[in-house]
């Protein structure tokens, strides 16, 4: 994933960022839970393995999900962006990259979760797609998740420490 521009932040802006942390950090919030009419959605979802006998092969609504939030990214690609502000310092920057990465929680034969980091999504078709998450889904079955989970955790202790 290259960074594509880091934009550092303008006074209105820290302003801005200054006071939405405030906000947050004070003030109490109220959620919003929305339920849209996906009949139609589901339905064209399904279209797209008629025929398809192979199981591997078969495009899944998480997939399809992934595609529809890669395409809006690509369209909105400042929301494609990591915000980094620090308000002690009261100090921020907007660093957008190019490639379009997914994280996703995927279940492991041993009945445990995990999430997946697939990479450069944006530019896959839905096959493709299809593919690159078998193929991780693949990969994960056949390590000793204990193993890579004790070298992330080390890697992030040492970095920590530095």
Same mark, same amino acid.
């Given at each position: +994933? ?33 339920? /849209?009419?996906?009949?139609? #959605? ?7 393995? $008629? ?25 909105? /690609? ?6 980094? #502000? ?9 660093? $957008? #990259? &190019?490639?379009?990465?997914?994280? +996703?929680?995927?279940?492991? /034969?041993? =009945? ?7 990479? &450069?999504? =944006? ?20 390590? &000793? ?18």
């Amino acid at each position: +994933m290259a960074l594509t521009r880091s934009t550092h932040f303008g006074i209105a802006r820290k302003i801005v960022s200054n006071m939405t942390a405030e906000s947050w950090e004070q003030i109490p919030h109220a959620g919003l839970v929305y339920e /849209p009419e996906v009949t139609a #959605f589901l339905a064209e979802c399904k279209k797209l393995n $008629e025929g398809c006998t192979d199981k591997s092969k078969k495009i899944t609504i998480n997939t399809v999900m992934i595609k529809v939030i890669c395409e809006g990214l690509k369209a909105a /690609p400042k929301m494609n962006a990591h915000l980094e #502000f620090n308000r002690k310092l009261v100090r921020g920057c907007l660093h $957008e #990259f &190019d490639h379009v990465d997914v994280s +996703m929680p995927a279940l492991l /034969p041993n =009945g445990e979760m995990m999430t997946l980091n697939m990479h &450069d999504m =944006g530019n896959k078709t839905l096959t493709e797609m299809t593919e690159a998450i078998n193929d991780s889904l693949r990969r994960a079955k056949n390590t &000793d998740l204990n193993e890579v989970m004790f070298e992330v955790s080390l890697d992030n202790t040492l970095q920590g420490l530095k």
